[in-house]
């Protein structure tokens, strides 16, 4: 998006290269990026930046509202309530579109926010090697706050270890070696010590929790979760016997999946923004919009978007069984801003932020880009296409 630095990139383009860069990022864990790596990075202007930084602090304000707890409590569905929440979610990733106004100016509009980890690991080990082939301008980080990738692992560490020990901890996942983020899952061992731990593989003794590695069986005081609610709901049954989280542990959670569905798009019609969509619960829908077009309805707590219907029908909203928990979101102009040697691709970019225990609010650390020349952002929308895929941004300082 700066044109400068595009030209600069485009014209260093080469194919030779990318595939280099290809084989250095896989190195490390030969087979484990299981999803398309663009073939550019992304540069975002100061002003553009500080429109998606300061949308983030507005939703954060609210966030910290005491009267948040309350306005989310039934975003937690009752089946799913489990002890040890906590005060605050331990991470934040807040998904922004790169639009175009009527002017045909650039704009961020933000798209989803989670409660839940993303790439931490993974946007640690990617810019390094990166930006050994990409030409990355002086004044343009992929860190935030001062931050570089000592000081961002360093955070990263006492935000997910607490004051526990790395085989104190695990990160917790469904099947992770099949997971298509696995190689997060690898980076965050590498750089934290903490073993990948599938859900069937937890002991319960009472109230203590387990895990077995190199044939030693461990006490875990800490889950830095990874577990996606619905996937969990949806193969439940093809796990065979597995324990009940519901129950009463004697863990520390990072985060509570408590926050998935708290900060989730079942937050974003309380908000109220310019660069926020307006957006409502189907439920509270006084009669259905007569220009559907400028709507996309969404299922509030999918995720990979799964469920979303782009092109809205009437009957599709009166077919929802259960109207309170979807949400039906004004349009956005996805702005084909990313120069390509061939057509140009949209982008969205993913502000991550972390949270110590203590703090009073989040701190921005880092991101990722997700380059798409497809109807939405996603793999299943993006079939056959070039210059799209996982990258991230550079913001300039």
């Not at 690991?121 to 050994?132: D, M, N, R, S």
């Not at 931050?147 to 526990?164: F, M, N, T």
């Amino acid at each position: 998006m700066i044109s400068s630095i595009r030209k600069l990139i485009n014209s260093n383009f080469s194919e030779k290269t990318y595939q280099e860069f290809l084989i250095a990022l896989n190195s490390e864990f030969p087979g484990a990026i299981d999803f398309r790596i663009a073939e550019t990075p992304v540069f975002i202007g100061k002003e553009l930046g500080a429109k998606m930084i300061e949308t983030c602090e507005y939703i954060i304000d609210n966030i910290i509202d005491p009267e948040f707890l309350k306005k989310t409590e039934r975003a937690i569905p009752a089946n799913e309530r489990l002890s040890n929440e906590g005060k605050h979610t331990h991470f934040i990733a807040f998904d922004f579109g790169i639009c175009e106004n009527e002017m045909g100016g650039l704009y961020p509009a933000l798209i989803e926010m989670q409660g839940f980890p993303t790439l931490f690991g993974f946007q640690a080990f990617y810019p390094e090697i990166l930006e050994k082939y990409y030409p990355i301008p002086d004044n343009y980080s992929s860190y935030f706050n001062d931050l570089d990738k000592a000081g961002y692992l360093e955070l990263l560490g006492k935000v997910i270890l607490g004051d526990c020990k790395s085989e104190q901890v695990i990160l917790l996942e469904i099947n992770p070696h099949k997971q298509k983020t696995r190689i997060d899952f690898y980076c965050t061992e590498k750089h934290l010590g903490i073993k990948p731990v599938c859900l069937t593989e937890l002991i319960c003794e009472g109230e203590k929790l387990f895990y077995i590695t190199n044939g030693k069986k461990l006490q875990i005081k800490r889950i830095y979760n990874r577990v996606i609610a619905d996937e969990l709901n949806n193969i439940k049954n093809e796990l065979g016997e597995i324990i009940d989280l519901t129950k009463n542990y004697d863990v520390e959670w990072v985060t509570h999946p408590h926050w998935f569905y708290r900060i989730s798009k079942f937050t974003l019609p309380f908000l109220t923004h310019p660069c926020i969509p307006k957006t409502q619960f189907v439920n509270q829908l006084e009669k259905i919009p007569p220009d559907l077009e400028n709507f996309v309805l969404k299922p509030l707590f999918s995720f990979a978007g799964q469920g979303v219907i782009i092109d809205v029908k009437n009957e599709d909203i009166s077919n929802i069984q259960d109207p309170e928990n979807w949400i039906l979101q004004h349009k956005v102009n996805y702005a084909a801003c990313i120069q390509t040697p061939n057509t140009p691709a949209k982008v969205e970019i993913r502000m991550m932020y972390v949270w110590e225990e203590h703090a009073t609010r989040p701190m921005l650390v880092t991101n990722l880009a997700r380059l798409s020349k497809g109807k939405m952002i996603g793999v299943r929308y993006n079939a056959d296409k070039d210059w799209v895929g996982g990258s991230i941004a550079y913001f300039e300082k």
